[in-house]
């Protein structure tokens, strides 16, 4: 009698054990949906976007705007914040995998090792104008570029010239830079509540 007692009472502990466990995955399960839930709530929304032909797309070339796209690509500007495209992007070196590559210096194209970075400039200085962000600094170039209309290019050397902008809104705002393989991108985005969801 004393062993049926106690291989009862080891039975019943056993589905009690399950019941908690059970409880505790539905608990889990439960905190992980409402997370996602909450993720879920909040989306990317372009704010504005640029693009400019890759009219010269040598490999030197295409190598530098690549280069220089993902050292932007993904930074977050928060209100009030400023973005500098030569702090971001720092000195164009070969360490850093930059190539010699045609740059326009007074009105002549000549070879140069970062070449091609003035596009990325050109192009994230275009979004962030049609963003209505306040800009601090931009400097033409020495003659037009082709890829950029009159007064919509932006270059950059640097320790010399910089583009820089602040973040005049109220948002955290996300800039992004890429190619692909056609033209060079630029967009600025915000989160936003996903009124779909």
């Avoid at 004393?2 to 502990?13: N, Q």
């Avoid at 977050?76 to 930059?98: D, M, Q, W």
Wanted: charged residues 25%; proline residues 2%; contains cysteine.
């Amino acid at each position: 009698m004393k062993i049926f007692i106690a291989v009862l009472l080891l039975l019943l502990a056993g589905c009690a054990q399950k019941t908690a466990d059970n409880t505790r995955g539905e608990v889990r399960r439960a905190a992980v949906t409402a997370e996602k839930k909450d993720e879920e709530k909040y989306i990317d929304v372009t704010v504005s976007q640029a693009s400019t032909p890759l009219l010269d797309d040598s490999a030197s070339r295409v190598e530098n705007i690549n280069i220089a796209c993902g050292a932007i690509n993904g930074l977050a500007l928060y209100p009030g914040g400023s973005f500098s495209f030569n702090e971001a992007v720092g000195r164009r070196t070969e360490e850093k995998g930059y190539r010699d590559a045609p740059v326009l210096v007074d009105g002549h194209k000549e070879q140069g090792c970062g070449g091609g970075v003035c596009q990325v400039s050109s192009t994230i200085y275009m979004a962030a104008l049609d963003a209505g962000l306040s800009i601090d600094e931009r400097h033409a170039h020495s003659d037009g570029v082709a890829y950029a209309p009159k007064g919509r290019d932006a270059t950059v050397v640097f320790g010399e010239k910089d583009l820089a902008f602040t973040n005049n809104t109220n948002e955290v705002l996300t800039l992004h830079a890429w190619t692909d393989g056609e033209n060079v991108f630029a967009s600025v985005t915000k989160k936003a509540l996903d009124k779909s969801a």
